[in-house]
């Protein structure tokens, strides 16, 4: 009971430097940062955690605000929710968004005890700040204004009286940095690839060993979905997106180019390949099939044919 | 808002912390409880300077958030060397110091 009455009076202590709605901003951040703390430890995907750890830091940063620490509510956001947390996502992002803790105790009773725990120590905070004389507080507005500013006066106290733990942090980054590169750094076990293993590679897998034709070869549109037509004049689909001609055949797009049908259209275009090429113009271009296999075999050597009977 | 709000609801946070790094067993989500942690005593700090009306407090927070920068890189670092051989990021699995 008297427990109770020293807490009550703890939380009644007046603050010399209250904000103006410091109450309302204090609970509405209270109850979100609390809550997503909670959400935080009971969330199964990593991913989600971290966004709420996000947002428990956000919060505190808020209050810092409040509490006469702007300097220290920036270095919250900048360092801890932008660096901090993003290196979280990182190695999240790393290891794989999807991976989800396994709902199995391996200790048994561990949550219990857990919870158990967490009340025991919370109650025994609770009492020792219900016992402690906190007083009233004497608010930051003297000491801010000491040296013209939050920032200057941390400054002041930062290269005056702390000015060895700081040298001494400097250290510590460096150090952790360095015990960073080392940790990441994965010696090589095997050589690194040549350009010369990377093209045997690539003829031993069976597959086109070259580029595939450009969509500019003896082009006569500019559409996406209008294939590139090969030196003999046969229309290449391996020019054309795998999507776009998966979806359609060539034959059938394209109707309103020339002509009746889009036969037609294709007509046209490869007897003015022809043209160019200086190969005869034969009036059965459209029984030619629209080839969609590989031009390294049959479109390249006749291409090859086609274009030495243009050199004599 | 008296100071005492305030250290309640790092007192809360801490705890919550706490839980989660004892109930947990993803070592990213862990390390994740523990800078929960340590913003709680953040918080407790920016309170107990403003309580004795220096500045000292809010430089302790500072150190706090730098030792606790050091410390996410480290040991992401080694989470990241644990994943790579053991194809896990279970602290669970991590267990051959054991023997």
């Given at each position: 009971m008297t427990a109770q009455v020293i807490a009550g009076q703890a939380l009644a202590a007046r603050v010399a430097d209250a904000q103006p709605g410091e109450g309302f901003i204090f609970w509405a951040l209270a109850i979100v940062s609390t809550l997503a703390a909670l959400g935080m430890i009971f969330m199964r995907r990593a991913v989600h955690s971290a966004l709420l750890l996000a947002v428990v830091m956000l919060s505190l940063a808020a209050l810092y605000a409040v509490q006469g620490a702007p300097f220290l509510a920036f270095v919250q956001v900048i360092v801890?929710?932008?660096?901090v947390l993003m290196l979280f996502l990182f190695v999240l992002m790393l290891v794989g968004v999807s991976s989800t803790d396994s709902l199995?105790?391996?200790?048994?009773g561990q949550r219990l005890w857990a919870a158990i725990g967490a009340v025991g120590f919370l109650a025994l905070l609770g009492a020792g700040l219900g016992n402690?004389?906190?007083?009233?507080s004497a608010g930051l507005k003297k000491a801010n204004e000491e040296y013209g500013g939050n920032v200057e006066g941390l400054a002041a106290l930062l290269f005056g009286k702390y000015v060895f733990a700081f040298e001494a942090t400097s250290a510590l980054l460096i150090t952790a940095a360095l015990g960073a590169m080392v940790l990441a750094h994965r010696e090589r076990t095997t050589p690194k690839d040549t350009q010369r293993d990377l093209s045997v590679r690539r003829f031993k897998s069976?597959?086109?060993?070259g580029p595939l034709p450009g969509?500019?070869?003896?082009?006569?549109?500019?559409?996406?979905?209008m294939p590139a037509l090969l030196p003999d004049g046969t229309p290449s689909e391996?020019?054309?997106n795998p999507v776009i001609a998966a979806r359609t055949d060539t034959a059938s797009r394209?109707?309103?180019?020339?002509?009746?049908s889009e036969r037609d259209a294709l007509a046209e275009d490869v007897a003015a390949v022809r043209a160019i090429t200086g190969e005869v113009h034969d009036a059965?271009?459209?029984?030619?099939?629209?080839?969609?296999?590989?031009?390294?075999?049959g479109g390249a050597a006749s291409g090859g044919a086609s274009e030495g009977e243009a050199g004599q | 808002m008296s100071p005492g709000h305030y250290l309640a609801l790092s007192a809360i946070l801490f705890t919550i912390g706490a839980v989660g790094v004892l109930v947990r067993r993803n070592a990213i989500v862990v390390f994740m409880c523990v800078e929960l942690m340590l913003n709680a005593t953040n918080l407790a700090f920016v309170t107990f300077a403003r309580q004795h009306g220096n500045l000292d407090g809010q430089i302790i927070a500072f150190f706090v958030m730098v030792v606790a920068a050091a410390e996410v890189v480290v040991g992401l670092a080694i989470i990241m060397t644990i994943f790579r051989t053991r194809r896990s990021s279970s602290v669970d699995d991590a267990n051959l110091l054991k023997y």
């Open positions: 801890y929710t932008g660096a199995v105790e391996t200790i048994r402690a004389a906190l007083g009233d069976g597959e086109h060993p969509p500019g070869t003896y082009a006569r549109h500019n559409a996406v979905d391996l020019s054309v394209h109707a309103d180019l020339y002509g009746e059965d271009a459209e029984q030619r099939s629209v080839k969609a296999g590989t031009p390294a075999s | -």
